[in-house]
């Protein structure tokens, strides 16, 4: 069975940043993918912006060398590559100035089309881009914009830059990205939750045990070593990816799968989490291996303090969830790059099998990379006389597996969210009232280590990370899932 692929409105898409690593690396090339698919009109404009002094010609270019090498399957139908080439344009400009802006508004539209600007930018040019498109006449009722992590540092600088943000835009007009929700595990979360009768009787603390969430990565910081030294695995990962994906695992039905009654759901979440205690807080460095520096060494400061890997154990005080612990764990360095949820049911009550069976649980896995899909693993008896012998195996529904060449086709998590942002649809992005209340639960476990004096632990490149993070869950009688690919 085919997917179908239904045409977005005809728009033009400003990529402040045009000529940046985001840009390159996904923006372009998530556009050209679905250019390819027929999703978008012929007359849709995508226009770079940046400072670099380059014309339409050279800009092209540009995208040509940037889909040859993050989307080089697609680059044989060179018509097609021609065809999308000449939807792009470019124009040099001066963010915090006057040069480029009138050449740009004259480029648009107006509104004969959606008007979507991606500021992928630093944080600190949000407010003048605002100002200019304004001025300028480019910023409507029907404007959109599109912002990347991080949003903000902490809650107070979270809260200027919302502010920035809704001097010049309603809420409504602005699209929080956070490429993680755009996944598609993510979204069949929703789906397995929400669509079968077969989990959410269970989905609450009188059947499930404990849940784990699981972001490993094997790279290091590698160029990323000034910024990261100044945000570390908290800021950087936990406070927005991990904790989207604990809003969706622990969120209340919403009464319809509409934008901001998903996000209000998720709101609530975030309130009613507990304060995170020094005990249940894990956090390390990556050591140097054979080939591979460690992680002071990639940030050029032998004194830093800041952590690459940091486990927790989380308490959300609603009544589905008081008693289940959720334990979330994000690192670098690791044994091998793997994201997955994994939601842990309780034992049987009674077991009429004896002490020889052993002892079994059922654990619905949600993997978000590699390898997308999800299995539940059941109990069954192994085959072959001599008893009950009982073992666990997997109800497998790999994506690719199950759904054949369907499975292929399926758009990556840019793909998804700029379509979204051309239908209106922000069911995937974060609101300004949800950013600050996950930076006001984050802010107090930052102060409270900074508070302590803690260090990180070292931890082997190529490990689990600390062994501290192990006996986060060893004195409550649980252990992490083995990270592996």
């Not at 740009?104 to 605002?130: C, M």
């Amino acid at each position: 069975m085919a997917s179908r692929v239904i045409p977005v409105d005809p728009f033009d898409l400003v990529v402040f940043g045009g000529t940046g690593d985001l840009a390159r690396r996904k923006i372009l090339p998530a556009l050209f993918r679905r250019f390819c698919a027929g999703q978008m009109e012929e007359n849709a404009l995508i226009i770079g912006a940046a400072r670099s002094p380059m014309d339409d010609e050279g800009y092209r270019a540009f995208v040509s060398a940037a889909l040859e090498e993050f989307n080089p399957s697609g680059i044989s139908d060179t018509e097609a590559v021609a065809g999308f080439l000449r939807q792009v344009s470019y124009v040099a400009l001066d963010a915090t100035g006057t040069e480029g802006w009138q050449i740009l508004a004259n480029r648009l539209r107006g509104r004969d089309a959606v008007q979507a600007f991606y500021f992928s930018v630093g944080p600190s040019l949000f407010g003048a881009l605002a100002e200019h498109l304004h001025s300028y006449g480019m910023a409507g009722q029907g404007t959109r914009i599109v912002v990347e992590k991080p949003f903000g540092r902490d809650l107070t600088s979270a809260k200027a830059l919302n502010a920035t943000l809704a001097a010049h835009f309603d809420e409504s007009q602005i699209y929080r990205i956070d490429h993680y929700l755009g996944k598609e595990t993510v979204q069949n979360l929703m789906a397995v939750r929400f669509g079968n009768m077969l989990f959410e009787p269970l989905w609450n603390s009188q059947y499930v045990d404990h849940i784990q969430i699981t972001v490993a990565e094997t790279v290091g910081v590698g160029g990323r070593g000034e910024y990261y030294d100044r945000s570390g695995a908290m800021r950087d990962m936990m406070q927005n990816h991990l904790m989207q994906l604990l809003c969706l695992i622990a969120m209340e039905p919403p009464a319809k799968f509409d934008p901001d009654a998903v996000r209000d759901e998720k709101l609530k979440v975030i309130r009613a989490l507990d304060p995170v205690e020094a005990v249940d807080l894990v956090r390390g460095q990556y050591e140097a291996d054979e080939d591979k520096p460690d992680y002071r060494s990639q940030v050029g400061d032998a004194d830093t303090t800041t952590e690459s890997f940091v486990a927790l154990k989380a308490r959300i005080s609603n009544w589905r969830w008081a008693g289940t612990p959720f334990y979330l764990r994000t690192g670098k360095r690791l044994r091998a790059k793997v994201s997955e949820i994994a939601v842990v049911f309780k034992e049987t009550p009674h077991s009429i099998f004896g002490p020889e069976a052993g002892r079994h649980r059922n654990i619905l896995t949600i993997r978000l990379q590699p390898n997308e899909g999800m299995d539940l693993g059941v109990t069954i008896k192994e085959p072959g006389p001599g008893g009950m012998r009982l073992v666990d195996v997997p109800l497998d529904m790999t994506f690719a597996e199950a759904l054949g060449p369907e499975a292929e086709d399926v758009p990556d998590a840019y793909e998804r969210l700029i379509m979204d942002v051309i239908r209106g649809n922000q069911t995937l992005f974060m609101r300004g009232d949800e950013v600050e209340a996950a930076w006001a639960w984050t802010d107090p476990i930052i102060a409270g280590w900074e508070a302590r004096g803690d260090t990180p632990q070292a931890y082997d490149s190529g490990s689990s990370g600390p062994e501290d993070s192990l006996m986060l869950m060893h004195r409550d009688g649980r252990k992490w899932r083995e990270i592996r690919a």
